[in-house]
């Protein structure tokens, strides 16, 4: 597998092109940012740990049989996956209300959705994301309905998977946001899924183990992603 030019720069990794045209390399960054980049750091360590942890989590979720790009974690900070069409369009799964539900609806923090609340966001910084309902994803033909109900599937279907999975490790799965690539006509998982894309919270001391400790000072993010990833191994073990 050889390593060939840069093809995409994002905020958190970097594409690069393969000698295969089906597959290319995620390399995780260490650079953090949020509120659409005005807060930003390098938070050395921050790559390997996503790297590791989102690889654990494709491997469990192919093994489950959601369709993703991912094919193999290949060092620390580098994975291979399929080459997709990104479908610009993040999909936001809420169990516990937190972030920006609480300050847009003014719902209480914690509360419970049963059954959990499946949202869409535009991916484009410049306008800060914002949120979509179906009809503005027909309207601007981002997706098709039959690409809509597969991602909203698929995206319950994850969410099963990882808040069983997680709450074994004692931690709650809160909310996460996926993003979907087409490849070969289908709608399969992609981007990543990690402490950086998900909320999850201690069950039994509700710490923040996720990036909200870069976004609001509370704590080394560091720390809270290791805590992620040794549960993780544990389990694996
Ligand atoms: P929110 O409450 O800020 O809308 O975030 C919901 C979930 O989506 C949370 O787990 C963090 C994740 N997320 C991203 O992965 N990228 C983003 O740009 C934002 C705003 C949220
Ligand atoms: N990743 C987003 C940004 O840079 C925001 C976030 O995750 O909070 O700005």
């Known amino acids: 597998m050889e390593k060939k030019e840069k093809l995409y720069e994002g905020k958190a990794k970097i594409i690069y092109a393969t000698d295969n045209p089906e597959q290319v390399i995620a390399y995780y960054k260490d650079d953090a940012t949020a509120f659409d980049a005005i807060k930003k750091a390098t938070i050395k360590g921050k790559g390997e740990l996503n790297n590791t942890i989102a690889s654990f989590f494709f491997k469990l979720l192919n093994e489950k049989g959601i369709p993703t790009h991912f094919i193999k974690q290949l060092s620390n900070r580098e994975m291979l996956i399929q080459k997709v069409e990104i479908i610009p369009v993040e999909v936001v799964v809420r169990n516990i209300a937190a972030g920006s539900i609480v300050r847009r609806l003014g719902i209480p923090e914690k509360t419970k959705f049963e059954p959990p609340l499946v949202e869409f966001y535009l991916k484009n910084d410049e306008l800060h994301d914002p949120i979509l309902c179906e009809q503005h994803i027909y309207a601007m033909n981002l997706a098709t309905p039959e690409e809509v109900a597969t991602m909203k599937e698929l995206a319950l279907k994850v969410n099963e998977i990882l808040k069983e999975f997680m709450e074994k490790q ?14 070969d006509g289908k709608v399969i998982l992609a981007d990543e899924i990690s402490p950086d894309t998900c909320r999850f919270w201690d069950a039994k ?3 923040s183990l996720d990036k909200d400790r870069f976004r609001f000072d509370l704590g080394d993010l560091i720390e809270g992603y290791k805590k992620i990833l040794e549960k993780i191994e544990k389990q694996e073990g």
Not at 170 to 183: A, N, P, S, T
């Open 170 to 183: 004692g931690i709650i799965l809160v909310d996460f946001k996926l993003e979907f690539g087409r490849k």
């Open 205 to 207: 001391t509700g710490e």
